[in-house]
């Protein structure tokens, strides 16, 4: 379950990102919700890694790579191609592991 949570984290700080970039979004006013839901993204995948473990889940090595890409991710400016192709990256991770835990 803390799997499934992770994932809907990720793809609403996915969205945001999205809404941002297409300048659909104007962030300015809250540009630290973004900050914090990542924080809540980054949190939430280590628990599900951990628990991916713990219980011998199919999902934790792809999650674990989502947690690589993660501890990339801040150092790659915001609205660059590099940032926007790792957290598709990430989507991609989180999509197969969405689909081994089916």
Do not use: E
């Amino acid at each position: 379950m803390i799997f499934f949570a992770a994932t809907v984290l990720f793809v609403l700080n996915f969205a945001l990102g999205i809404l941002v970039q297409l300048r659909i979004v104007d962030s300015k006013p809250f540009r630290w919700l973004h900050h914090a839901l990542f924080f809540a993204v980054f949190v939430s995948a280590a628990a599900a890694v951990l628990a991916g473990f713990l219980s011998d889940a199919p999902y934790r090595w792809v999650l674990l790579a989502v947690l690589a890409i993660f501890a990339v991710l801040p150092r790659v400016r915001a609205g660059t191609i590099g940032h926007a192709a790792l957290a598709c990256g990430a989507l991609l991770f989180y999509a197969a592991g969405v689909w081994q835990a089916l």
